[in-house]
């Protein structure tokens, strides 16, 4: 089931994570160094140069290679057996989609500052290398000003709305942190949806 926190962050251990981590890992997809004003990542294989056209665009040309990308082939059944059939149950949906997904690794010095991800309404990280749970991905609470206190460890799927201002704080380790980011769209909810 899923874990709380201050009601707007939800996580879930992915019970097959062990079974998984290293396929995953030596399946990444080729990923390129990003470094900017916003963040220095040393692999990823987020798709920059697509995202200075359009978003819609964007988002589109991904997904259109997006299930050819080994990695997110061996995630995706483990979502789609584990974790989508709850995250379907929690929200009451009977539509959603998966609109965008990439991977971040993060060595020493590394970091994402904090930002918000446009054309979703849902985001998600997979933990999928988290040697030290305190370089987790760092959420804000915009209307009491301040960082929201959580526990995720590897293999957690950490997810909240969209609208949630987060970070990947500096790594100060020598150990390796990886992340599979995802964006998901909930359209419709249940036609026999009650509420309580
Ligand atoms: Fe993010």
Redesign the pocket.
Known sequence: MFNLYDNCILTYSLPNHKDIKEKILNSLSKGYELEDKSQSISNTDYQKDLLDSKQDTWEKDNMETAHNREYFKILYDSLQKHFHPLLSDHFQVAEYTLTNFWYQQYKMNNR?DW?Y?GGTNL?AVYNLELPDAKFKTQFYDMFRKKDIEYIANEGDIVFTYAAML?RSPPLISNERKTVI?MNYNLIQVKNDMRLK
């Open positions: 994402h930002h991800h985001i987060h980011s």
